[in-house]
């Protein structure tokens, strides 16, 4: 990717982050030396598998590989795992029918991929148990001579493309082009149903390369599901009764392929709440035809989302008469005569469709009310409700409040999760970049699945993202810090540098608020920890050592930005988050001067520190007159938040002590 892989961050010297930032937990293609792997006992995979665990040696790559496969075979899988099977050292990869080996094969590498019903699939797995679960998967990596089987059996078609996807993780270089595949055995499958974003957010849409590059990487991290929501887009909520134009149509007929190719479940959501009159046949029947135009480029998923809208007015007198006076209990009597019928005479009499969805009007608490016993009691059962939590932005979802929300609609609830989505006044010049956190394990138990609501950023937004998928593939393994830095490296291809300047990058967008005055993560708390430390040592009259720690990590923050453009991380994510990176190389430097003026203080050297103090200034406000423009979001062009309440604070207090201020006050008394 246009960058060496260094085992650390140059600052400094020897200076490490490593083991602050929890890069001990990196997959291994984020190291230099692949080689080492060899002695783990087994290596990361991402989302965490069910039961991964050594089953003997490892398998050389030859240059010659067959693969066996046929008409059962999944077409993406095959094609993905031909595609990783070059990349990691074979020049030939060769597709045979089952009972077609040549003898040849018993000296090379062959890798086995289909139903796990298959019988030389099953028999290449052995005592590799089968997981009974839809989109699960068997893997077996074995060793026998000078040749090797891989055998990768998927109870349905996803469970075969998510094999390879775990095979993809399993390679480690040996030596020069030479590779070779840690010797394990997994028996994997999802934890919850549904598993992936729903794009709902307001402000700019994401464009159609964004949204084609992000079902690729919903493969990647086995999530299966994407809404198309997007409040913004005219025809989707305003203009729901208008067809979309023959190009949009092209688009979205291109997205559904794409997602299909990955796994992915493409859902169409049409939001009418705002004008339709439910009574209406002819609302009804254009909703429908707007549904059809989908189906009919293969969407089989389908959501009526019913959020953010007046339910305590009608829209048209029809309506009136036919359910009463508007209000609660009358609006989810209309809304249920909706989303009924569209199940009944539409999702039901069209194959290969799943449950509608459905967001309703109450969708963000645990208060019982005449609304949510109305649709409790009367909603087909089939059809599947989504909730935000206890609030619009949950600071936390525990198991005891899924619980409650089921009781609340009648039926396991479907989590339209809104982080990491900056929408909203709080998260304005935000970047969220914290990981995915708070959500409690077990909660697969109490929830058909949990959907992520993005960022205007869709680069940026992969970081929480690539932490829901594998909280709800596996939420009762999941780790927020092992899976925060496999997501960093995700983003930079493995490069470990790149890797250890988005973790410090990431740290400074750490912050994740909610409508309230108290955000659920903390900002910068790698900084803020370093800046805590700093003043104790400080204080304890340590100051060399002190300004010599502080010094590296503000090197740190100063450099991380030209590392990230480097060209090792995804030039989207490089992209979205341009102005974060200018102003954070700004505030990076004005921090080394800062530092710098501490320890010329601390020598005695007043003109100098004076110097240095002025240089830090006038860099701090080049940094605050950093503007995100154009903007994305609906904030405007606002200045992009840094590390606030922490950086800006650490200089302001070494301000007064590189000044002399602070120790004239203490003189003072």
């Keep these: 990717m246009g960058r060496s892989k260094n085992v650390t961050f140059a600052i400094g010297g020897c200076f490490a982050l490593a083991s602050t930032l929890g890069l001990q937990a990196l997959p291994a293609t984020a190291v230099s030396d692949d080689a080492s792997r060899a002695t ?42 031909i595609r990783e099977l070059k990349a990691h050292g074979a ?47 068997a893997l077996r990596v ?57 794009e709902g957010f307001y402000g700019q849409p994401w464009t159609h390369a964004e949204r084609l590059d992000q079902m690729d990487f919903y493969g990647d991290v086995k999530a299966n599901t994407y809404i198309y929501a997007p409040k913004d887009d005219p025809y989707h909520r305003g203009k729901w009764r208008e067809p979309y134009p023959s190009d949009k149509l092209a688009e979205l007929g291109e997205l559904v392929d794409r997602a299909t190719a990955n796994h992915v479940r493409f859902t169409f959501a049409v939001s009418p709440g705002e004008s339709i009159c439910y009574s209406d046949p002819d609302d009804r029947k254009a909703l429908k035809t707007k549904l059809q135009a989908l189906y009919d480029l293969g969407t089989r998923d389908f959501s009526i989302p019913l959020d953010d809208i007046n339910y305590t007015s009608w829209n048209c007198e029809a309506d009136r ?18 989303l009924n019928d569209v199940q009944r005479d539409f999702i039901a009499t069209h194959d ?63 989590v339209w999760d809104n982080y990491p989505v900056n ?50 593939w596996n939420d009762r393994a999941y780790d927020a810090r ?50 805590t430390e700093f003043w104790k040592a400080w204080n304890e009259g340590n100051h060399t050592e002190a300004l010599k720690r502080l010094r590296a990590y503000a090197t740190a923050i100063e450099g991380a930005p030209d590392t990230i453009r480097g060209g090792a991380v995804q030039n989207g994510f490089v992209v979205d988050a341009a102005p974060w990176l200018d102003a954070t190389e700004l505030w990076g430097k004005a921090t080394v001067k800062m530092v710098d003026a501490l320890a010329a203080r601390q020598d005695g050297d007043e003109e100098a520190a004076d110097r240095l103090l002025a240089e830090s200034t006038d860099l701090r406000q080049q940094a605050e007159s950093v503007r995100v423009d154009p903007p994305r979001n609906s904030w405007g062009k606002v200045q992009p938040k840094i590390g606030d309440g922490v950086l800006d604070t650490f200089l302001d207090k070494a301000a007064k002590v590189a000044s002399g201020e602070a120790e004239a006050e203490a003189a003072l008394g």
């Design 40 to 81: 783990s006992s087994v290596p990361p995979v991402s989302p965490t598998p069910q039961k991964l665990t050594r089953a003997g040696g490892d398998a050389s790559v030859t240059k010659k590989v067959f693969v066996v496969a046929d008409k059962d075979t999944d077409r993406a899988a095959l094609a993905r795992l």
């Design 91 to 137: 020049n030939q990869v060769q597709v045979v029918a089952p009972g077609k080996l040549p003898d040849a094969a018993a000296r090379l590498l062959t890798v086995r991929l289909g139903p796990a019903t298959r019988p030389d699939v099953g028999r290449a797995l052995g005592d590799t148990a089968v997981p009974d679960h839809a989109e699960g998967y």
């Design 142 to 198: 074995k060793r026998s001579g000078s040749g090797a089987d891989i055998a990768l059996g998927g109870r349905d078609s996803a469970g075969q493309f998510y094999a390879v996807q775990t095979l993809r993780q399993l390679f480690s270089r040996t030596g020069g082009d030479r590779w070779k595949v840690s010797g394990v055995r997994v028996s994997d499958f999802p934890s919850m149903p549904l598993r992936g974003t729903v």
């Design 321 to 338: 008469t036919a359910y009463g006076e508007p209000g609660r209990e009358t609006a989810a009597k209309a809304q249920v005569d909706l």
């Design 352 to 414: 290969g469709t799943r449950p509608l969805q459905m967001v309703p009007t109450e969708y963000g608490d645990l208060t019982d009310t005449a609304y949510k016993k109305t649709l409790r009691d009367t909603l087909d059962p089939a059809v599947e409700v989504m909730w935000t939590g206890t609030a619009v932005v949950p600071p936390e979802i525990t198991n005891d409040d899924a619980e409650k929300a089921s009781k609340l609609f009648g039926r396991k609830v479907f």
């Design 423 to 472: 929408d909203f006044g709080n998260t304005s010049g935000r970047l969220l970049l914290a990981p995915y956190d708070k959500r409690e394990a077990g909660l697969s138990e109490h929830l058909s699945g949990i959907v992520a609501n993005p960022m205007n950023q869709p680069y940026a937004s992969k970081v929480a993202v690539f932490g829901a998928a594998d909280f709800t």
């Design 482 to 531: 092992k899976s925060w830095p496999r997501a960093m490296s995700y983003l930079a291809g493995g490069d470990r540098e790149a890797t250890e300047a988005l973790l410090v990058f990431a740290d400074l967008q750490h912050m994740a608020p909610t409508f309230g005055s108290t955000p659920w993560q903390p900002q910068a708390p790698e900084l803020a920890q370093r800046v």
